[in-house]
């Protein structure tokens, strides 16, 4: 046992850092700044920051798919998720949106709950995802 307590599995024996690679049909290209996962046993903790380029169509009740998690989702476990995706318009000033998330099959789906300022076609929007699911992996 590692310490004390009462707790019938202590030790930590399946701990893991790496890379993802989140991609988008319909955000056209995206430049990844960053993409991270931690892996905590069945504890998947995903990082990104992406940049969309002008052909991005965010708006309320859009909703798009990423894909490119590093490890399948536990379809038994629906409420194991929670996080948030962020766009802002890369332009800078006030454009930003909160997207309500949940894993589809082997993507995240995103649907755009929240919105101030209006996206437009002539801007390139930037992508952060924070998000946390459980694996059978």
Known sequence: SATAGTGTSELLDDYEEGTWTP???TWGNLTIAKAQYT???NTVHLFAQVT???SATIAI??????SGI???????SPMGLGGVIQYYGSHGGSTNALADIVISGTNIDAEVIVMRGAFTYSECVSITVNLTYKTTS
């Open 23 to 25: 991609a988008n049909a």
């Open 61 to 66: 009740d859009s909703s798009s798919l990423i």
């Open 70 to 76: 590093p490890f399948a989702p536990d379809s038994s």
């Open 52 to 54: 969309a380029d002008s």
């Open 39 to 41: 892996k905590i046993g």
